[in-house]
């Protein structure tokens, strides 16, 4: 028995993902990474970590969410809002790849969307980097009240087609 395990561990399974102890410890960190950066701790200086939240109040048009105490994504799965963080701006989109409407995903350590179906990447800010997307993330109104960011999810605005008011749905914080 110990001579199959032996000369087992010294080939390698094409069907298996990983190849060795190597890539096996790599994808176990990088899992834990993706554990700690649920949880809102960073397991990198320069990977903004991502946390899921809900709304703390709503109403039919519009969510409010606490006021994101550093950079980071927040993502609320039921409303289907993604909340970003970069230094003093925070932005408000709408979860779907403006593509072809697939869940977006934050790779906090790229510090970038990707939408999982075509690679289309955007940067921590919506905006559009490459991939088979034709804009940027689509951003979704946003105001800041004393305790609060408060979004209203029925106000989406698209890069290609409202520039203007795409660039200014933000907030900046004091």
């Not at 990983?18 to 899992?31: E, T």
């Not at 950079?71 to 970003?84: H, K, M, N, Y």
């Amino acid at each position: 028995m110990t001579e199959q395990r032996e000369s087992h561990a010294d080939t390698e399974c094409s069907a298996c993902p990983v190849s060795g102890r190597r890539d096996f410890l790599v994808d176990a960190l990088r899992a834990g990474g993706l554990a700690l950066a649920a949880l809102g701790i960073a397991p990198a200086a320069n990977a903004m970590p991502t946390r899921w939240i809900r709304a703390l109040a709503s109403n039919r048009t519009e969510k409010s969410y606490a006021v994101p105490a550093g950079d980071g994504v927040q993502i609320d799965r039921d409303a289907e809002v993604i909340l970003s963080r970069v230094g003093k701006q925070v932005y408000a989109f709408a979860l779907s790849c403006p593509h072809q409407n697939t869940a977006l995903r934050w790779e906090s350590d790229d510090r970038i969307f990707q939408c999982p179906k075509h690679k289309s990447r955007y940067r921590a800010d919506g905006t559009f980097i490459e991939g088979r997307a034709t804009r940027s993330m689509d951003r979704l109104a946003i105001r800041l009240t004393d305790t609060a960011v408060v979004v209203d999810v029925d106000k989406l605005f698209q890069e290609d087609l409202n520039k203007a008011e795409w660039q200014r749905a933000m907030v900046t914080l004091p």
